[in-house]
């Protein structure tokens, strides 16, 4: 027979009604199963945190439930209060609460019962639920549609009343292709739901949220000044911090945020979304991973559209050319090789730094296509020289790799091809990849790298020290070479401990039997120091600037560094 406690806590778990029982000091020892129809948060989250329920009454009538619990606890008459209530995405209903002094035994639970008996809720009282087609059907929070409403009825409010003040918080989740890609996409859909959830109970004070798409959420919070708003945007990442279970996995995130701050005049919501999405896509490249939106980040992303619409056309006519950085011999001062840099001569900006057109070229997958160009020519250009230059036979071309190509399929098939057109041959081209890339996936690295070594080419890795690569798993790579950073050699000389920084990448390249170039060198004091150290090369301002390939052509090779 079942216990008569277990029976009559089954009948209030099955109730249609909201129960509640608040001891004396507050906080809730049993919340039933119906609080979700009523407010979407399960009851979990109402025992969890004391001060929740209170935190979803409006301000303006939570006085007036103090009062209320004080009334019930002074005897033992029934009292009524209907309150509004936040539901968990930012809807507002009123409850009617219907509450009673309850007492049991000397160790019983002396305390307020509270029964939600009606709901001025018109989608509630004929029993679904206020989910619509303004709402996403996973989170419960507003859709793309239900946000633009309420940011168009947000703008009209803010035309109307000057001294109003909103922000509004985009966030971009940023792992959630990698849980769908290890996991499977229902992992994905867990994350979002909980994302979801746990976005709600710490933005009590939220006027509303909502999920744009996919990973993609807004929060709008009023009547806050800017360091308001910062302090919440770093509880919500705090938040985010904490690590979501899925079934039996445990995943980390963190979260991408774009900020738009009032006062800011907007004729529509699209506008609004539009500069909170590029301050959130600017904050993906900063190391807070927060930006506020500003009018220069608009013209830099018209800048970037254009970019991206112009790097096919650019590379279909001949925009894009070559430029070689002279990587020379510390000892013999003689040149050694070439490293390839692309530019990009642009019909309206002139020339591009490649800082600006290759990240977007990344994102976009046009690298692979662009970083194919940059390989044939790069080959075909130094066979030009060798043909024209007898003491210029022994030269290498370097040429950067980029994630992209790495994780291409017919990349060594691509390199084989740019060798057999150009007639260079392989033992002559050094494929560069940077630490961070090596790492990003290290078996297919290995693979491919060990397939392209296979085929005579010689492989470097870029960058040295700024990446957080494994020692050991380096040595099991196919390597020839390391390049160390510049931001260790241009202050070698008067910072001790990048100088020593740059001596132990040269100890441990020597100890793995690599040569090293250094990068970056600009000052005589450089060269005299990694000339002491046994680094083999070195490339920079110092000897020479990155050349055309006519000026390379009149270098001299031997005693190219002119005092």
Known sequence: MTHPHEFYRFLLDTSLHWELFEDTSGTIVYCSSACVEYTGYTPERFLKDSQFLECLIHKDHQEAYGRYKEAVLSGTSSEELIVQMKRVDGSVISLEFTGRRVQQGDQAITGVRTTVRRVQCEELSSGSSCIDMEHDPLTGLFNRKGILERLGTLLTHAEQNKNFSYAVIYLDIDRLKKVNDALGPSYGDELIRQVGQRLSCSSCDATWLGRLNGDEFLVLLQDINAAGVMRRVKELKAHLAQPFILSDHEVSITASIGIVLSPALYQRPEDLLRNANIAMRRAKLTRHRFKVFNSRLLEESVKTMEIEVGLNQGLARGEFFLQYQPIISLEKEILTGLEALIRWRHPKWGVISPTEF?????????????????????????????????????????????????????????????????????????????????????????????????????????????GYSSLSYLQLLPLDSLKVDRSFVSRMHDNPDKRKIVRSVINLAHNLHLDVVAEGVEVAEQWSMLKVLDCEDGQGFYMSKPLGLDKVADLDVVGIIKR
Not at 368 to 383: E, H, I, R, T, Y
């Open 358 to 466: 290759l990240p977007v070229a990344e994102a976009t997958d046009f690298i692979v296509p662009l970083g194919n160009w940059v390989l044939k020519q790069a080959c075909s250009d130094l066979v030009k020289l060798k043909a024209t230059r007898s003491d210029m036979q022994e030269l290498s071309i370097s040429v950067n790799l980029s994630a992209r190509q790495l994780a291409q399929y017919d990349l060594v098939d691509q390199v084989e091809k740019a060798l057999a057109e150009s007639g260079l041959e392989p033992q002559y081209l050094k494929l560069e990849i940077t630490e961070t890339v090596a790492m990003e996936n290290p078996h297919l690295t290995a693979q491919r790298l060990h397939m392209l070594k296979a085929k005579g080419v010689r492989i470097s890795i870029d960058d040295f020290g700024t």
